[in-house]
């Protein structure tokens, strides 16, 4: 499914349980933004009112000829972009339901590392927006020459929900993995098709204190979704763990936008890495698998209230911490290691 397992860790415990510091201030210019957006809409409104009088006037007109202090009747195509410039809301480009696919072009690949990569897909328009919701995924299908049917794979992407004129998706190739050979044999203006949002876990402000991320590989993706939501949320004040198990260090992917809510939100953030395949020099975990002391130690306990802990990684990985999902709508009953530490079927989720 993903990365190999990382699975068993004995972890160099020191370096990581530091205790929450302070966190660092944020300068806020809020009332300045408040006071530039309500002039900008009072002077939209005007123009609004103007253009559509003027308009009005022309077409009550049995003159065909146009005075030279009237608004030329537009194109209906850009009277579309017309009404959709008054719009505040930017519009959202997948809406589920019965919608259909929708064909994206690829701008640009940044190479991540030995095996993964970023791929930057525009919307239609520059000003849409994704329509997804946290958590959610997005389906991609692809259908090669030779092929029978179409293959399909769920990706999270990693561009913020709110991102205007493209989504940003970090896949991984895996040897005989259609979908991602595929999108690694991409270039710029090739197209795929895309469908969604497929719903995952509902997240709103404060729908837990404290929540625990343990994830192996590209697994990483739904997680780095609830924290963009969370500490982009100034109302949200949940604490998040973060477990995270690769191969090598090179295979860390995110590790500098987890590192940056660990500086900034210090009190709220901890980030705890674990190895398979650590070169010389590493000093944090190491092992084959991410292991009960580790988790133990610090993820929130279970007698503690309001708490939920969320799992995505390869199938080891989920056989060995919480039992793998029965199929994509049903979680499954808990069982591995979170079973063993204390924690209930409800207290976990299978991403």
């Known amino acids: ?13 020191e370096e990581h349980f530091r205790p929450y510091a302070t966190e660092v201030p944020r300068n806020n210019s809020n009332t300045n933004v408040i006071i530039l957006s309500t ?68 701008q640009k690949v940044e190479t991540l590392n030995h095996n993964t990569k970023r791929f930057r897909f525009l919307l239609p328009e520059e000003d849409d927006i994704s329509g997804l919701k946290v958590a959610s995924a997005m389906l991609v299908k692809y259908q090669g020459p030779g092929q029978d049917k179409p293959v399909i794979r769920p990706y999270t992407p990693v561009s913020d929900e709110d991102a205007k004129g493209y989504i940003d998706l970090m896949i991984k190739r895996y040897a005989n993995g259609p979908m991602s050979e595929h999108l690694h044999s991409m270039k710029p203006d090739q197209r795929l098709l895309f469908k969604g949002p497929v719903p995952k876990y509902a997240w709103e402000a404060n729908k837990h204190e404290h929540i625990g991320l343990i994830a192996g590989g590209t697994g990483i993706t739904p997680m780095y979704q609830l924290c963009r939501a969370i500490f982009n949320n100034p109302a949200d004040k949940t604490k998040v763990t973060v477990v995270f198990g690769n191969i090598a260090q090179e295979d860390i992917l995110l590790k500098h936008e987890l590192e940056e809510l660990e500086n900034t939100y210090p009190q709220r953030f901890r980030a705890f890495y674990v190895l398979s395949h650590p070169a010389e020099g590493w000093t944090g975990g190491v092992g084959k698998h991410i292991d009960a002391q580790l988790l133990k130690t610090v993820l929130p306990d279970p007698n503690t209230k309001n708490i939920k802990l969320f799992v995505c990684g390869p199938p080891a990985m989920y056989q060995a911490i919480s039992g793998p999902k029965k199929s994509i709508k049903e979680q499954g009953e808990l069982s591995g290691i979170l079973k063993d530490l204390g924690y209930d079927k409800e207290q976990v989720y299978k991403f």
């Open 39 to 106: 002039l900008a809409a009072v002077a939209g409104v005007g123009g609004a009112y103007y253009y559509l009088n003027e308009r009005n006037s022309t077409l009550a007109s049995s003159t065909p000829k146009q005075s030279p202090n009237e608004i030329p009747t537009p194109h209906p195509r850009e009277e579309q972009k017309n009404v959709r410039a008054l719009s505040s809301d930017p519009r959202a480009v997948f809406t589920g339901g019965e919608q259909g696919w929708v064909d994206l072009k690829l």
């Open 1 to 13: 499914m993903r990365q190999s397992p990382i699975p068993g860790i004995l972890p160099r415990h």
